[in-house]
């Protein structure tokens, strides 16, 4: 017989309405004004880690309103955010599912210490959760690995997670710090993170920013953090790039990077590029992965349980 109910409870739903009205209310208490982008793009982010859906008249699903939002503040829309779905391909599992609810915000004038600040308030007023402390990715990733994320050479870096059975059997990515970093980063230390509260980690490497400023003054450093809790990503942030030059040889070598992976468009998005050349104000924004977050308020094992149809019930 086939299961066609839903994975949700109906008070699991009410908690959800309740989230989501939450979060509306915190970002107009702080005038922040919601916005709608498209959700079918013409060209999906350029970065190895986001792979779009392609629909079959052209184009994609965006797998975050990343561009259409930036496009909005270089029009002079001031703060900004946006609530609802997005779309990854190849993301199913515990903690993943290939269409879910994001929540993302930007803020002109913002550093990035003032979007971890805000991105714990928010998580304290939705969540009913005190926030733990910040670290740097440095710290975090040498008290699991003993290795130093930004000067180990990439051998060292792949040679620890290969002692550590981490690494894929197919792996041959042997000059690709990136990888290397994200796979570790990952598997052996995001789990240490956020255990008794969420916790937040800066200045990640900026061996894979794209979108992302960097550090003028320390090399290899991306002006980036990330929130986790219990062990699992919740928000991703960063001051953000505002150059377009910059912008457009990153996005070439990810291109590059990933031309053979399915889901990466063959053109860049020229109209990100021309509004960022129009003048992107200085800016930082978050993006807070909803279900997730719910999932742990309600102390599920994973998000099938926060959908109403997760991608097995769809």
């Known amino acids: 017989m086939t299961d066609w109910r839903p994975?949700?409870?109906?008070?699991?739903?009410?908690r959800r309405a309740r989230l989501l009205a939450d979060m509306r209310a915190f970002m107009a208490e702080r005038d922040v004004l919601e916005v709608s982008t498209p959700l079918i793009a013409r060209a999906a982010p350029a970065e190895r880690g986001l792979a779009g859906?392609?629909?079959e008249q052209g184009g994609y699903l965006v797998p975050s309103p990343e561009h259409g939002l930036k496009r909005l503040l270089a029009a002079g829309t001031g703060a900004i955010y946006q609530l609802g779905p997005v779309f990854r391909a190849g993301e199913a599992g515990r903690?993943?599912?290939p269409e879910f609810w994001m929540l993302e915000w930007y803020r002109p004038g913002a550093t990035m210490a003032d979007?971890?600040?805000?991105?714990?308030?928010?998580?304290?007023a939705v969540a009913g959760v005190a926030c733990g402390g910040v670290r740097e990715y440095r710290q975090v990733f040498a008290a699991v690995t003993g290795l130093d994320p930004i000067d180990s050479p990439v051998g060292e870096l792949a040679d620890w997670a290969r002692r550590h059975q981490l690494a894929p059997a197919t792996a041959d990515a042997e000059d690709d710090r990136a990888f290397w970093l994200d796979l570790i980063m990952s598997l052996a230390v995001q789990p240490t993170l956020g255990?008794?509260?969420?916790?937040c980690v800066v200045d990640f490497p900026a061996d894979d920013a794209v979108l992302v400023a960097t550090d003028a003054t320390r090399a290899g450093i991306a002006h980036r953090f990330e929130w986790f809790w219990q062990g699992v990503e919740l928000a991703n942030g960063a001051r953000e790039l505002t150059d377009a030059d910059i912008a457009r040889q990153r996005m070439q070598r990810e291109r590059r990077l990933g031309a053979t992976d399915e889901g990466h468009p063959a053109a860049l998005d020229e109209r990100l590029l021309a509004a960022m050349d129009a003048g992107l104000p200085e800016c930082a924004g978050v993006a807070l992965g909803v279900d997730r977050l719910l999932a742990l308020v309600c102390g599920f094992e994973g998000i099938g349980e926060a959908l109403t149809f997760d991608w097995s019930r769809r």
């Open 7 to 14: 994975g949700a409870t109906r008070a699991t739903l009410v």
């Open 195 to 199: 255990r008794d509260a969420p916790e």
């Open 53 to 55: 859906m392609q629909v």
């Open 115 to 124: 979007m971890v600040a805000e991105t714990a308030d928010l998580i304290e």
């Open 95 to 97: 903690w993943h599912n």
